[in-house]
């Protein structure tokens, strides 16, 4: 799975920009703030429709436009692909592949997969659970197109019942459909568990080796799913998941309706890291953090590989500068096969990479 060549019209701070790229490694050199991020930030879009900085599309259109454009020739499963994004301001964005609009941003998880691996991602471990449910969610909605519709419907929901446990006092009808939007979110819910603990399975499976490797075999790492308290088996089939949620939300509804807030539901969940048996979160010293957030990140490009029987698009945005000597290591001899972009400010250090591509970037120009 490779991204052939990208054109980018009015994509943060690109005016225009065109490049083909090298099937094996590109490196993006270049100053800080020229756009080596916003470019592995659109690669990455065009393989989930979301960004990893950005809560809504406009904030990816150049500022004093409306609109900004995204194209990329893909090689996936033997195929040549063409994706397409086109955002616009006040209006939703189309998606398209050859030239056929998709329907849904999960359309895409069957033609181009990534993983991203920014200087964010090293605090993986020591952030709250939401970027450990967000580390998920990325990697499952690439997989399971399902689960990516799942995931946008219990959002939705989750604010529409948010809206009216907080505005029930004030409008006391809207209690009437409120049953409704909890036998949705409970539905949408019973699908996210029974992938999200599938997932932590396969994690659990490929993940520990990776951190014993890296670790020199002083560390070992241990993950754990935890969820809504009323389901006893999360890898049970969504049917099964069903009828506990509903019972955990009648348990709760008192304390929801008494606070205003959603309390019930998988919108809690938590990936559990632990490193020699203690949580990583409150424990791990910074290196063995980092080496659990590496970890994670390489058995989620390991999992794809076995899943779709290509590497994912494995993109490294300026992380190995956070990184020490024997990490940066540890990273690039792992990177054996499959496409790969590495921003940095000085392509120099990575000369040890003999094969591959470089570009330098300035002012959201590549050259």
Avoid at 250 to 271: F, I, M, N, T, V
């Amino acid at each position: 799975m490779t991204v052939d060549r990208i054109t980018l019209d009015f994509f943060r701070n690109y005016l225009h920009g065109e490049a083909e790229f090298h099937p094996g490694v590109n490196v993006i050199a270049g100053e800080n703030a020229q756009g080596k991020t916003n470019l592995l930030e659109a690669v990455a879009y065009l393989s989930s429709a979301s960004s990893h900085r950005a809560r809504y599309d406009r904030e990816l259109i150049r500022h004093g436009v409306d609109h900004a454009f995204l194209k990329a020739g893909v090689t996936s499963r033997g195929r040549a692909m063409v994706v397409e994004a086109d955002l616009h301001r006040g209006s939703r964005r189309q998606l398209r592949s050859n030239g056929v609009r998709l329907k849904t941003a999960a359309e895409l998880s069957g033609i181009l997969n990534t993983v991203l691996f920014c200087p964010e991602d090293l605090y993986l471990i020591r952030e709250g659970a939401e970027a450990r449910r967000r580390f998920l969610d990325g990697c499952i909605c690439q997989l399971r197109p399902r689960y990516a519709q799942a995931l946008a419907e219990y959002r939705r929901l989750y604010q529409h019942k948010t809206r009216i446990l907080k505005d029930a006092e004030q409008h006391p009808s809207l209690l009437d459909t409120l049953d409704d939007f909890s036998l949705r979110m409970a539905q949408c819910g019973a699908v996210l568990v029974h992938y999200r603990a599938h997932f932590v399975k396969r994690l659990r499976e490929t993940a520990p080796a990776i951190h014993a490797d890296c670790s020199g075999g002083r560390e070992q790492l241990g993950l754990g799913y935890v969820t809504v308290s009323s389901v006893t088996d999360p890898e049970a089939s969504p049917k099964e998941i069903l009828p506990q949620l509903l019972a955990h939300q009648e348990a709760h509804r008192a304390a929801e309706l008494a606070s205003r807030a959603c309390l019930s539901g998988p919108h809690k969940d938590e990936l559990a890291v632990e490193v020699n048996g203690e949580s990583a979160k409150a424990y791990a010293s910074q290196g063995q953090t980092r080496t659990a957030a590496l970890a994670l990140k390489l058995a989620a490009r390991d999992i794809f590989r076995q899943e779709t029987g290509e590497w994912p698009v494995l993109l490294l945005d300026d992380v190995l500068s956070e990184l020490d000597a024997r990490r940066q290591e540890f990273v690039l001899n792992r990177i054996t096969s499959g496409q790969v972009f590495i921003t940095c400010c000085e392509e120099e250090k990575l000369a040890r990479l003999k094969e591959g591509k470089a570009f330098h970037i300035k002012e959201g120009r590549l050259l």
